[in-house]
């Protein structure tokens, strides 16, 4: 089975650039997050998606926005890009519902802000 | 904001040897769930304990949970060198679904 997918690996962009980032969550899941893994700062939850609708948002400025398609796949863009926006961004995935489930995550997009 | 504490944020032990990590959070959960992370990659799912349960084994892996302490811990027994890696707790707390907060980490280091 293969598991979560994330592209690209690395990503390098200047500041007030938009960046991209996409995940293919494990087939049969239908939840997506995206996390933010900055250094000193740990991992901070950014977006949740189910069923192509936003179910929950972390402290994140607006210019942090994602969309889930029809085949669960989803995309993360971050507009303006800032400096601080540096950092790994994990993609995981788990089957549907709001009870307890394991979230299985990709090995993440490093983005690198110049 | 992070809601865990993880100590020691660093442990160093010989082969063989257990680990014992604790992580600790601030309000009412739905599960707990411990992750591993090796260098700059992604997080491995390594064991999810839901607020009813009080212990739970996998393999080398013992978790147990205090809710009345709001407290977990993780051993991992007989460690190896490959288990070199950091380790997070991450809580889903009531009403916030299935979204995670994760604690600080602890950097396990084994050696030969």
């Known amino acids: 089975e293969a598991g979560v997918t994330q592209s690209p690996t690395h990503l390098i962009k200047t500041r007030g650039q938009q960046a991209t980032l996409r995940c293919s969550p494990i087939?049969?899941?239908?939840?997506v997050y995206w996390y933010q893994q900055a250094l000193g700062l740990g991992l901070q939850f950014l977006l949740w998606?189910?069923?192509?609708?936003?179910?929950n948002r972390g402290n994140f400025p607006p210019r942090f926005s994602g969309r889930q398609f029809p085949n669960y796949s989803s995309e993360l863009n971050v507009n303006a890009l800032e400096l601080e926006d540096s950092a790994l961004y994990l993609c995981?995935?788990?089957?549907?519902?709001?009870?307890?489930?394991?979230?299985?995550f990709g090995d993440g997009t490093r983005l690198s802000i110049l | 904001s992070q809601q865990g504490e993880e100590d020691p944020q660093a442990l160093s032990i010989q082969e063989g040897e257990n680990a014992t990590m604790n992580c600790s959070y601030k309000?009412?959960?739905?599960?707990l769930q411990w992750y591993r992370q090796n260098s700059g990659r992604g997080l491995v799912h390594l064991i999810l304990?839901?607020?009813?349960?009080r212990e739970k084994h996998s393999g080398r892996l013992r978790v147990t949970l205090d809710t009345s302490k709001k407290s977990s811990s993780l051993l991992i027994t007989a460690s190896r060198a490959a288990d070199t890696a950091s380790y997070f707790c991450?809580?889903?707390?009531?009403?916030?679904?299935?979204?995670?907060?994760f604690g600080t980490g602890t950097q396990l280091k084994v050696e030969l």
């Open positions: 995981a995935s788990s089957l549907r519902g709001t009870d307890s489930k394991p979230q299985h």
């Open positions: 087939s049969g899941h239908t939840s």
């Open positions: 998606y189910d069923e192509g609708e936003e179910r």
């Open positions: 309000t009412s959960i739905n599960n």
């Open positions: 304990i839901r607020s009813n349960e």
């Open positions: 991450a809580t889903a707390h009531t009403g916030g679904g299935n979204k995670l907060t």
